[in-house]
């Protein structure tokens, strides 16, 4: 069956960058629209970014935009969050989920999560 595996979270100072990696197994990677969520202590699961099947399009939540870069390469069945200028906001446990077509930015709109990877930023 598909799999969703996160890594590269971690503890970082406010102004630092982390990298996270969503490798997927088991399906046809380049077939998915990819998103990342996070979800804080006592909040809802929140949209973070999105990207379509071939790179060509992605999307941003405004809290993010111009910060945060998404990016997949289908070789390696692998999406990336590349997270620069980090705010103590940021923390939260970062899921990858998949659908199979059209950026949303519902988690019910994914069919499939992730574990998740905690990112803890630091003031």
């Known amino acids: 069956q598909v799999q969703l595996v996160e890594s590269g979270g971690g503890l970082v100072q406010a102004g630092g960058s982390l990298r996270l990696s969503c490798a997927v197994s088991?399906?046809?990677?380049?077939?998915?629209?990819m998103g990342w969520f996070r979800q804080a202590p006592g909040k809802e699961r929140e949209f973070v970014a999105a990207i379509s099947w071939n790179g060509g399009n992605t999307n941003y939540a405004e809290s993010v935009n111009g910060r945060f870069t998404i990016s997949r390469d289908n070789a390696k069945n692998t999406v990336y969050l590349q997270m620069n200028s980090l705010k103590p906001e940021d923390t939260a446990v970062y899921y990858c989920g998949k659908r199979n077509f059209g950026l949303r930015i519902h988690s019910r709109d994914y069919d499939l999560w992730g574990q998740g990877t905690q990112v803890t930023v630091s003031s």
């Open positions: 088991g399906g046809t990677f380049s077939k998915y629209v």
